[in-house]
């Protein structure tokens, strides 16, 4: 058993945990930081990275404010988001100090706050200018941000211990005095005396039960078998447990909002290698067009103009019968996507025409692959899919008509991605929601002190990042998502309110 004092304990080292912890070193607290895994980085470790800072400016400041909070529907608390919104300026000063860097993708204008296309999520969530991190070669972006957080944190006489998960945490009088650490190999212990805990640990995506108990979904592997209906397209999740969250909870901790950062993808081998980024064939650009979607009744159930808004897609289907959806086209819109190209392209996946769509198919099915399919019939497709025939074979002739008439009598869709479905051979592939990790479950304030179902702060506990970010959407937090920006926004707030509770910063009003 080692034994430590400091200032400040760090629990996890991704976005979230390491801004805190250089944040707090440098107003001159002592601090230890303690991550689960043999390295730093968390859910980014392997990543490139896009950030969005919004200008150090109240009036773009007051319209991210506005544009947030009406998104949540007045859900969300406005301390949470004032704290994220506010700080996110923060990141390009935190960059230059630890040496990373990074380039402007984006910036935006003050009327376009709120508005506009957010690559992937809704327009009310594009409210920064948007960066890259910049890494080697086209990734790695974020890895070096916090290999090079890391380095400025142990240059400063930061301690940090990698494979040494947090135990528990320790209050005396009610106040937090202190955590227990024990290495993942060796089993040795550090008990270490400290004033306040920062909980820094990320989602639970690795905790099934608590992904059933508290989303709802069934999560069994990243090719949804045996009934699974949800997956995570990342891949450091072993460590993702929820064990701050747990900790948080015992010591009386409020539970927050918990939720998934929803989007649509298809499981299975063959389709994302081991980050999002790595796209083995183009059926990521397939599977977010907006031409003919329904569920497993055959139902249609959303404008699927909606389809590259990936949040809107993971939550509506999210809400069907075995929480799956399918989008269904035909021989003709195969043919148009391969002379003409996609009507829809997720920034990243950028694809002017599709290529030989039916071999795409195949690859996938010899991959064994079970939720894409290319039939003769539509009869067959529904026998295949598992979709319910009559209700497939009624809605198919109701979208045809809708067609031809040129106007979408159940949703209203823009005409010009109205495409029939007649010409067989027929090709369906299966989507489910889809996260990075899981948003939310510990209730903070403004401040990111952890709070009781009283709304009083557990004094010395704070949390930032995925395991907090719930917060900001609201309960649930449908729609809402946990990104870097937040993780770094929320690390900044975690450290400042830490370090006037332990009274080396002045508090500001
Ligand atoms: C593949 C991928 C791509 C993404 N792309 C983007 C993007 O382009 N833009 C964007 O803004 N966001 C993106 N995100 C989301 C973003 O990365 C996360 O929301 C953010 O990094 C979360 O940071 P965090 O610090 O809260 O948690 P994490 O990064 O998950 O870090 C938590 C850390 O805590 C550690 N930990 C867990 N339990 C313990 C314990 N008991 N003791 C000590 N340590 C513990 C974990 O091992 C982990 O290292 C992406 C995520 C992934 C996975």
Known sequence: MQNLK??????????????????????????ACFEKRPFQAGSVSNCAIGVTAVKNDPRYQAAAFNSIFNYTNYNGDPGVIKAWINNTWRILPFMDKVGAKYKLRAELPLEKVGKGEAGGFPPQTRIGDAYYMIGRG?????????????????????????????????TEGGK????????????????????????ASGGFGN???????????NYTDNNCSNGGDVLFNFFPTETMTGDGHKLCWKLGGAKGGMGINGHNLVPGPGIIGNTPWIAYDETRVMEEQPYFWVNKNGERFVDESQSSNHMAMGTSIARQPGKMGYIIYDDDTREYLETHGPDFEYFIFQAEHLHDIKGQFERLAKLGNEHAFMTDTLEELADKAGIDKEGLLKNVARYNYYCDQGRDGDFSKDPKFMRPVRKGPFYALRVFNAGYSTVGGIKVNGRMEVINDDGKPIPGLYSAGDCMVGELWGNPPVGGIGNYSHALGFGFTAADSACEYIGIKEEEL
């Open 6 to 31: 400091v200032d400040i304990v760090v629990m996890g080292s991704g976005g979230a945990g390491l801004t805190a912890a250089v944040t707090a070193l440098d107003y001159g607290a002592s601090v």
């Open 138 to 170: 086209k990734g790695h972006g974020s890895a070096i941000v916090a290999l090079q957080s890391r380095r400025y944190f142990e240059a400063h006489g930061g301690q940090f211990f990698v494979d040494t998960p947090i135990v528990d945490i320790f």
């Open 176 to 199: 937090v005095c202190g955590v227990l650490a024990k290495h993942n190999k060796t089993g040795e212990e550090y008990k270490v005396e400290c004033k306040a805990v920062i909980v």
């Open 207 to 217: 905790d099934r039960e608590m992904i059933k108990k508290y989303i709802g979904h």
